[in-house]
Protein backbone atom coordinates (compact mmCIF):
# COMPACT_ATOMS: atom_id res chain seq x y z
CA UNK A 1 0.00 0.00 0.00
CA UNK A 2 1.88 3.23 -0.95
CA UNK A 3 1.06 6.60 1.47
CA UNK A 4 -0.25 9.06 -0.83
CA UNK A 5 -2.57 12.11 -0.10
CA UNK A 6 -4.81 14.19 -2.34
CA UNK A 7 -3.70 17.69 -2.17
CA UNK A 8 -5.33 21.37 -3.73
CA UNK A 9 -2.17 22.68 -5.22
CA UNK A 10 -2.41 26.74 -6.83
CA UNK A 11 -1.15 27.15 -10.00
CA UNK A 12 2.48 27.30 -10.57
CA UNK A 13 5.33 27.41 -13.07
CA UNK A 14 8.16 25.22 -13.70
CA UNK A 15 11.33 27.16 -15.62
CA UNK A 16 12.86 23.80 -17.49
CA UNK A 17 15.76 22.87 -20.09
CA UNK A 18 14.07 19.70 -21.45
CA UNK A 19 15.27 16.30 -23.53
CA UNK A 20 13.33 14.17 -25.69
CA UNK A 21 13.25 11.06 -24.27
CA UNK A 22 13.53 8.15 -27.01
CA UNK A 23 13.21 4.83 -24.75
CA UNK A 24 9.83 3.18 -25.19
CA UNK A 25 7.78 4.29 -22.22
CA UNK A 26 7.92 0.27 -20.97
CA UNK A 27 11.40 0.59 -21.52
CA UNK A 28 11.91 1.41 -17.62
CA UNK A 29 15.34 1.33 -17.68
CA UNK A 30 16.13 2.90 -20.91
CA UNK A 31 14.49 5.93 -19.35
CA UNK A 32 15.66 6.10 -16.23
CA UNK A 33 19.87 5.77 -18.19
CA UNK A 34 18.15 8.86 -20.63
CA UNK A 35 17.06 11.02 -17.31
CA UNK A 36 20.41 10.13 -15.42
CA UNK A 37 22.54 11.12 -18.16
CA UNK A 38 20.77 14.11 -19.06
CA UNK A 39 20.44 15.12 -14.91
CA UNK A 40 24.53 14.48 -15.28
CA UNK A 41 24.75 16.60 -18.11
CA UNK A 42 22.79 19.32 -16.91
CA UNK A 43 24.46 19.53 -13.49
CA UNK A 44 27.88 19.95 -15.07
CA UNK A 45 26.87 22.58 -17.54
CA UNK A 46 25.49 25.80 -16.24
CA UNK A 47 21.73 25.45 -17.24
CA UNK A 48 20.41 24.62 -13.80
CA UNK A 49 22.50 26.61 -12.33
CA UNK A 50 21.27 29.37 -14.61
CA UNK A 51 17.70 28.52 -13.58
CA UNK A 52 18.18 28.23 -10.21
CA UNK A 53 19.38 32.17 -9.97
CA UNK A 54 15.81 32.61 -11.25
CA UNK A 55 14.10 30.01 -8.89
CA UNK A 56 11.86 31.03 -5.82
CA UNK A 57 12.69 28.30 -3.68
CA UNK A 58 15.74 25.76 -2.92
CA UNK A 59 13.21 22.96 -4.75
CA UNK A 60 14.60 21.07 -8.02
CA UNK A 61 11.62 20.33 -10.00
CA UNK A 62 11.98 17.21 -12.37
CA UNK A 63 9.37 17.50 -14.84
CA UNK A 64 8.19 15.02 -17.67
CA UNK A 65 5.16 16.29 -20.15
CA UNK A 66 3.81 14.90 -23.42
CA UNK A 67 4.40 17.40 -25.95
CA UNK A 68 3.54 16.66 -29.87
CA UNK A 69 3.68 13.40 -29.30
CA UNK A 70 7.17 13.08 -28.19
CA UNK A 71 8.07 12.19 -24.15
CA UNK A 72 9.69 15.07 -22.77
CA UNK A 73 12.00 15.12 -19.16
CA UNK A 74 12.87 18.64 -17.85
CA UNK A 75 15.32 20.07 -15.29
CA UNK A 76 13.69 23.08 -13.00
CA UNK A 77 12.64 25.39 -10.85
CA UNK A 78 9.90 27.18 -9.62
CA UNK A 79 9.61 30.67 -10.84
CA UNK A 80 7.52 33.27 -12.27
CA UNK A 81 10.80 34.77 -14.29
CA UNK A 82 11.11 34.82 -17.94
CA UNK A 83 12.25 31.75 -19.25
CA UNK A 84 15.94 32.07 -20.55
CA UNK A 85 17.00 31.17 -24.00
CA UNK A 86 16.16 27.26 -24.88
CA UNK A 87 14.39 26.94 -21.60
CA UNK A 88 10.62 26.14 -21.27
CA UNK A 89 8.20 27.90 -19.01
CA UNK A 90 5.95 25.08 -17.86
CA UNK A 91 2.84 26.09 -15.99
CA UNK A 92 0.86 23.45 -13.98
CA UNK A 93 -3.08 24.16 -13.00
CA UNK A 94 -4.39 25.12 -9.90
CA UNK A 95 -6.19 21.79 -8.96
CA UNK A 96 -5.83 18.13 -7.16
CA UNK A 97 -2.42 16.86 -6.98
CA UNK A 98 -1.87 13.33 -6.14
CA UNK A 99 1.52 13.44 -3.72
CA UNK A 100 3.82 10.59 -2.94
CA UNK A 101 6.31 11.20 -0.32
CA UNK A 102 9.70 9.53 -0.45
CA UNK A 103 13.88 9.70 0.29
CA UNK A 104 17.04 8.04 -1.08
CA UNK A 105 20.61 7.72 -1.08
CA UNK A 106 21.05 9.30 -4.52
CA UNK A 107 19.32 11.83 -7.05
CA UNK A 108 18.28 8.20 -9.70
CA UNK A 109 17.06 6.06 -6.38
CA UNK A 110 15.03 8.73 -5.03
CA UNK A 111 13.23 9.45 -8.43
CA UNK A 112 12.86 5.85 -9.40
CA UNK A 113 11.26 4.86 -6.13
CA UNK A 114 8.71 7.91 -5.93
CA UNK A 115 8.03 7.05 -9.95
CA UNK A 116 7.62 3.14 -9.21
CA UNK A 117 5.45 4.16 -6.03
CA UNK A 118 3.34 6.77 -7.58
CA UNK A 119 2.75 5.21 -10.86
CA UNK A 120 2.97 1.84 -9.56
CA UNK A 121 0.81 1.62 -6.10
CA UNK A 122 -0.87 5.25 -5.51
CA UNK A 123 -2.49 6.02 -8.52
CA UNK A 124 -3.90 2.15 -8.68
CA UNK A 125 -4.98 2.69 -4.90
CA UNK A 126 -6.87 6.31 -5.36
CA UNK A 127 -9.58 4.92 -7.21
CA UNK A 128 -11.70 8.08 -6.68
CA UNK A 129 -9.13 9.92 -8.70
CA UNK A 130 -7.63 9.82 -12.41
CA UNK A 131 -4.62 10.52 -13.82
CA UNK A 132 -5.53 13.76 -16.08
CA UNK A 133 -2.90 14.15 -18.27
CA UNK A 134 -0.58 17.07 -18.11
CA UNK A 135 2.85 17.74 -16.55
CA UNK A 136 3.67 15.53 -13.65
CA UNK A 137 7.15 16.66 -11.10
CA UNK A 138 9.16 15.23 -8.53
CA UNK A 139 10.19 17.98 -6.09
CA UNK A 140 13.48 17.60 -4.72
CA UNK A 141 12.83 19.67 -1.50
CA UNK A 142 16.12 18.93 0.43
CA UNK A 143 18.62 16.44 2.48
CA UNK A 144 18.57 14.99 5.73
CA UNK A 145 20.19 12.68 8.05
CA UNK A 146 22.23 11.76 4.86
CA UNK A 147 18.99 10.92 3.02
CA UNK A 148 17.57 12.89 -0.06
CA UNK A 149 13.81 13.81 0.55
CA UNK A 150 10.57 15.12 -1.46
CA UNK A 151 7.87 14.62 -3.36
CA UNK A 152 6.37 13.51 -6.74
CA UNK A 153 2.96 15.94 -7.33
CA UNK A 154 0.46 13.97 -10.52
CA UNK A 155 -2.28 15.98 -11.49
CA UNK A 156 -5.67 13.83 -10.99
CA UNK A 157 -9.54 14.82 -11.77
CA UNK A 158 -12.41 13.18 -9.69
CA UNK A 159 -14.16 10.34 -11.10
Known amino acids: MADYTIEVKDSFTVLGFGTELNSH ?16 AV ?14 S ?14 MHYAGVLSEATA ?10 KGEYLVVKGEGTTTDEWNMKLTGLAFGQALAEA ?4 YV ?3 NTTVLMGKRNG ?7 IPVMRK
Do not use: C, H
Open 25 to 40: YTDFAGLNKEKSDFWQ
Open 43 to 56: SEDVRLDTLKALAS
Open 58 to 71: DYVFAVNEAVNNKM
Open 84 to 93: PAAARAIPFP
Open 127 to 130: TDFA
Open 133 to 135: GGP
Open 147 to 153: MLFGEMW
